[in-house]
């Protein structure tokens, strides 16, 4: 396996001969679009995977969901600046590109990455659109991360219309982002597909996460609290209220000399309104934001039927 610079000045190349499958870099849509064309012009799919980069298995397990449902797959790579509202947590995030087209290549499959910078995907202007997502975008996330959800939609939007799409696949971590995502395709009319895939998770239970690189050895084994509280909220749920659930979890957090909870609640898993009592014939799900540190987790759980 070896490394090819230049490709139409502007694409890295990892290539194994052998198979002729190939990672290939590309940091200009316009170069990207015209390798993808010859897949649009004869009715093709193309596969979408967006990421912010660091990839683990969490992500390798959507690339091959659209490696199998697709003739080409792109895995977009770029830290979007315009739904952080904490400039260390941006400043922060890890930027791995190497290893991101290392770990690829070891699918043996022939992937586009598209890693653009700032001005290539936005232009001269690194602004948010202001999106209605019909009270989506304030419920948990949005609650406590200003302007999130509008940067997520404006990047989004920005990638989907420059890579053209056929189906995009996002994990169900981020269940409340893959909601809004939904919301998006319908207001832009963007005809592509949106998959959602079940969340991966570590061996002891924590969700993986790109952030999880940023753990201590003690915060990565002790953060398997949220994974724990969260199946035990799903054993509960039947039998006990919610509000008594949320003083459970409350003090569970509180015991924990390791994470400090931000928000845990059960919210409607069609409105992500937060839930007060359970109704007969609604779905639900129970969600949690921690912190480890200076390090922000999210998770969540499917909870039974009513």
């Known amino acids: 396996m070896r490394k090819i610079t230049k490709i139409y000045a502007d694409c890295a190349l990892y290539v194994n001969f052998a198979r002729f499958r190939a990672v290939m870099i590309y940091h200009q849509q316009k170069i990207l679009r015209e390798e993808l064309h010859s897949y649009t012009q004869k009715k093709q799919s193309v596969g979408f995977v967006p990421t912010m980069g660091a990839l683990h298995e969490g992500h390798i397990s959507l690339v091959q969901k659209a490696l199998e449902e697709n003739d080409a797959v792109v895995v977009s790579i770029f830290v979007n600046p315009t739904q952080f509202d904490n400039a260390s947590d941006l400043e922060k995030y890890p930027r791995t590109l190497t290893a991101d087209a290392e770990l690829l290549k070891k699918l043996e499959r022939t992937i586009y990455i598209y890693a653009p910078n700032t001005e290539d995907l936005y232009g001269s202007q690194v602004i ?14 949005g609650k406590y991360r200003s302007g999130h959800f509008d940067g997520v939609g404006t990047v989004l939007n920005l990638l989907f219309r420059a890579i053209e799409p056929t189906r995009a696949y996002f994990g169900e971590k981020d269940f409340q982002q893959l909601q809004v995502v939904k919301r998006l395709v319908t207001i832009e009319k963007l005809p592509v597909d949106i998959i959602g895939c079940p969340i991966l998770r570590e061996d002891h239970g924590l969700a993986m996460s790109s952030r999880n690189k940023r753990l201590t050895k003690t915060q990565f084994k002790e953060a398997d609290h949220i994974y724990k509280t969260l199946k035990k909220v799903q054993s509960l749920f039947t039998e006990q209220s919610i509000p008594k659930l949320q003083s459970l979890v409350e003090k569970s957090f509180d015991e924990d000399p390791h994470l400090e909870l931000e928000y845990f609640e059960i919210a409607s898993t069609k409105t992500l309104k937060t839930a007060q009592r359970k109704r007969k014939g609604n779905e639900y799900r129970a969600f949690i934001a921690a912190y480890a540190g200076e390090i922000r987790l999210i998770d969540n759980m499917e909870l039974p039927k009513i």
């Not at 209605?132 to 996330?141: K, Q, V």
């Open 128 to 141: 948010s659109k202001k999106y209605n997502f019909g009270g989506l975008e304030h419920a948990m996330e």
